[in-house]
């Protein structure tokens, strides 16, 4: 693409209708997750109200014939594994089918009326499988052109990825607030039908940007051209020794979402006021940190570009790891400090919040920046699925790791996750060295 093309905040005008297209596409995601699970426990699984499902009957003697709640985490954990798997084939799709223009299309299609048909309570099943075959088509697909509207070397790469992270952020911030108080005050199908109107925003909006976004560079897979150099499949290969590094690195930022929020509710003094905040507002104070780093953050570098260079890839992934261990001490050393009641001040979290933050504001841009930069060109759809399997992998990792929580001190318990990230950090940092070192031969 021009590197002369810098009519939003500095990069091409067609990152502005990604972003905002990855915004709304998010918003309608994070509104359909904060309802799935409340609405299986709540609703769909009372007694009754399953009848007339389509397809419920035999899909649930695929769990053994469970019930309740446990059969509602099994459907909620087989979705969410499930969308981040589907990338791969939408990878496929794009760089042997219909390109990624057409298949990212496809998919906000397909999540749209996924939506809009989970309001109908029958159709339930049908509609969740539509909401992951759309987003394996969509997801991997929207981020890789991202990556196409930059040269391979142009230093605004890394910063539009910071961008794209801030776009899902606002999504992330917005939803639980919109598509949750309506579901709770309207009804739970008024809750999934604003879903599928944010989805539909969002197809709009990247019809809207199409003529500002490159051609789509693929050849059906009957073209001989389509075959993989040597380079092409070396630069595969580094992407698929990098996924099971990165899927630990996850780890503390995504156990976020689980054992930690147990250990808040537990706890954390979450009293201001005189008033009891509710453990799930941890999650809206991490999304508007996050929001606020991610932001901030491309002004640090682009002030600390003007005197020396700006750290690589490889370099950010140190400093974000260390950023990580350091928001894990911080739960290690409040959990070791607790008043006799056992609550941990809120300061604490807090602090672990802001240092998280900042560090996976240098992990999650930047990894998925080095997933397309060393992809093949013509491979650039399957890379970023196989991207997405780094947070397949870390979501079972944060499960199983999380289980240990009720095995020991809630210290230990932290520590142990600071040691992880540090570890990562180690690994990164002689990865850094090594560039470093083979730069200088």
Not at 340 to 358: E, P, Q, S, Y
Request: proline share 4%.
């Amino acid at each position: 693409m021009n590197q002369g093309d810098r009519a939003f905040l500095g990069h091409p005008r067609g990152l502005a209708y990604l972003l905002f297209t990855e915004a709304w596409e998010r918003f309608s995601y994070y509104g359909m997750q904060s309802l799935l699970a409340l609405y299986l426990v709540k609703h769909l699984l009372q007694p009754g109200q399953a009848d007339g499902l389509l397809f419920f009957d035999a899909f649930r003697q695929l769990y053994g014939g469970l019930d309740g709640q446990p059969l509602a985490s099994a459907i909620v954990g087989t979705y969410f594994a499930s969308v981040y798997v589907t990338p791969i084939l939408g990878g496929l799709v794009a760089d042997r089918l219909l390109g990624r223009h057409h298949t990212v299309l496809l998919g906000a299609l397909t999540m749209m009326a996924g939506h809009f048909l989970m309001a109908v309570q029958a159709a339930f099943l049908p509609a969740l499988a539509l909401l992951v075959l759309g987003s394996g088509l969509f997801k991997g697909n929207l981020a890789s052109q991202i990556g196409t509207l930059y040269g391979r070397d142009d230093p605004r790469r890394d910063g539009a990825f910071q961008l794209y992270y801030l776009g899902i952020n606002i999504g992330l911030i917005a939803a639980p607030l919109v598509i949750g108080t309506l579901a709770e005050t309207r009804g739970w199908h008024v809750g999934f039908a604003v879903a599928g109107v944010g989805m539909g925003i969002a197809t709009i909006i990247y019809l809207a940007g199409r003529r500002h976004l490159p051609v789509d560079d693929y050849r059906p897979r009957s073209n001989g051209r389509g075959r993989m150099t040597g380079q092409d499949l070396r630069g595969l290969l580094g992407i698929v020794l990098l996924i099971p590094l990165l899927a630990v690195t996850l780890l503390p930022n995504n156990q976020i979402f689980n054992a930690y929020l147990i250990w808040g509710d537990a706890h954390l003094e979450l009293t201001l006021g005189g008033l009891r905040v509710p453990t799930s507002w941890l999650i809206t104070l991490d999304a508007g940190l996050g929001l606020a780093i991610l932001a901030g953050l491309p002004f640090v570098y682009r002030r600390y570009a003007r005197h020396r260079p700006e750290p690589g890839d490889f370099a950010k992934l140190t400093i974000g790891s260390l950023f990580a261990t350091g928001g894990m001490l911080c739960l290690a050393l409040g959990s070791a400090l607790a008043g006799a009641d056992g609550r941990t001040g809120l300061g604490w979290a807090i602090a672990f919040h802001l240092l998280n933050g900042i560090g996976f504001a240098h992990i999650l841009p930047v990894s998925l920046a080095l997933f397309t930069r060393a992809a093949p060109p013509r491979q650039a759809g399957l890379a970023i699925g196989l991207y997405y399997l780094v947070f397949f992998l870390g979501n079972i990792l944060v499960g199983w790791v999380g289980g240990f929580y009720a095995r020991m001190p809630a210290t230990t318990f932290w520590l142990l996750h600071a040691g992880i990230a540090a570890g990562c950090g180690a690994v990164f940092l002689i990865l850094t060295l090594r560039k470093a070192i083979f730069r200088s031969d």
